[in-house]
């Protein structure tokens, strides 16, 4: 069965060094997202993305944070300088088609340690 | 904004035992999804709920929709230890794919 595949699953970096966290969505999946979940705490939503564009964003993903889709199977979450509060779980999710009628599915996270 | 309450947030069941999880949405959304987390895990889709009165069952999880009331449940029969994890219910709205409640976490208890 098709899966949602995240690489590295665990990502130690110090404060102010940049990361980048990737992602392998659903083949025929068109519509991807990142989502983190500080620990103990609930699942917050970053960015999605569609047709190459960012196409909504929450609060928390400033200008520190992008997305890219920089071939036709992985998808990118960039932080640029860290900070202690973005260690948290990151998870992406791809849909077939718009979210707010298509399921999302996970994949496993990458689980990010900011010293 | 769309906010989705969760309760209860914690719960400790005997096996054996039934109980409800509550999930409460503030505006319209005509679909749910209940997700169940394990510690350290991703999350693993449960149920997807398209529309008012739905009702779906797996094992000894039932979930049911209310868009008119904006509830829905996530029941559990007969628990087991197996079942101890944290559920999430979540919806979408037209802005954020998906809103998370904070979660319920429980532990089945011999």
């Known amino acids: 069965e098709p899966e949602v595949t995240q690489t590295p699953s665990h990502q130690v970096t110090q404060m102010g060094q940049e990361v980048i966290l990737r992602c392998v969505p659903i083949?025929?999946?068109?519509?991807f997202y990142w989502y983190r979940q500080i620990l103990g705490q609930k699942v917050e939503f970053l960015v999605s993305?569609?047709?190459?564009?960012?196409?909504?964003k929450s609060e928390i993903f400033d200008d520190q944070f992008s997305v890219e889709r920089p071939d036709g199977s992985n998808f990118t979450l960039k932080i640029r300088s860290t900070k202690l509060e973005d260690s948290a779980m990151y998870f992406c999710?791809?849909?077939?088609?718009?979210?707010?009628?298509?399921?999302?599915?996970f994949g496993p996270g990458t689980r990010l340690t900011v010293l | 904004e769309l906010k989705v309450e969760q309760n209860p947030l914690f719960l400790s069941m005997q096996e054996g035992k039934n109980y409800t999880i509550y999930c409460n949405y503030s505006t319209t959304s005509d679909r749910l999804y209940w997700y169940r987390q394990d510690p350290g895990k991703s999350l693993e889709s449960l149920f997807v709920l398209l529309s008012n009165g739905a009702v779906k069952q797996e094992g000894r999880l039932m979930a049911s929709l209310d868009t008119k009331a904006r509830l829905s449940t996530l029941h559990i029969t007969a628990a087991v230890h197996d079942l101890s994890a944290t559920y999430f219910c979540?919806?979408?709205?037209?802005?954020?794919?998906?809103?998370f409640g904070k979660g319920t976490r429980l532990s089945v208890i011999a």
């Open positions: 083949s025929n999946h068109l519509y």
């Open positions: 999710a791809s849909s077939v088609g718009f979210s707010s009628y298509n399921e999302q599915f």
């Open positions: 979540a919806a979408p709205t037209g802005n954020t794919p998906l809103v």
């Open positions: 993305f569609y047709n190459n564009e960012i196409s909504e």
